[in-house]
Nanobody, 119 residues
Framework: QVQLVESGGGSVQAGGSLRLSCAASGNAYSRNRMGWFRQAPGKEREGVAT???????SYADSVKGRFTISQDNAKNTLYLQMNSLKPEDTAMYYC?????????????WGQGTQVTVSS
């Protein structure tokens, strides 16, 4: 069983930065792939960034060059550094994990942390 707890959300003006954290517990092999997703009101959930246990990362086109996903294995924590934030980045951000390195499925989810970017 894996538990994920996000933190670090808040309100920021456009152009600002935030760093989200996701504290993970449980079997490390159950979270070989971890990612960040977001969902804005009235919109579908979308993938933001993914990192695999071998360090491979991928990003949505909308955040490339602005967001950076990373993980600290010693602290069992996943991060999302968000720079140059835009109002369209406003959403609930979720951390997710899955035991498969290369798959479209996500078994474990956190409760989310709200990010609000004002213009």
């Amino acid at each position: 069983q894996v538990q994920l707890v996000e933190s670090g959300g808040g309100s920021v003006q456009a152009g600002g930065s935030l760093r989200l954290s996701c504290a993970a517990s449980g079997n490390a092999y159950s979270r070989n792939r971890m990612g960040w997703f977001r969902q804005a009101p009235g919109k579908e959930r979308e993938g933001v960034a993914t990192i695999v246990s071998d360090g491979t990362t991928s990003y949505a086109d909308s955040v490339k060059g602005r967001f950076t996903i990373s993980q600290d294995n010693a602290k069992n924590t996943l991060y999302l550094q968000m720079n140059s934030l835009k109002p369209e980045d406003t959403a609930m951000y979720y951390c997710a994990a899955d035991p498969l390195k290369y798959s479209s499925s996500w078994i474990y989810w956190g409760q989310g942390t709200q990010v609000t970017v004002s213009s």
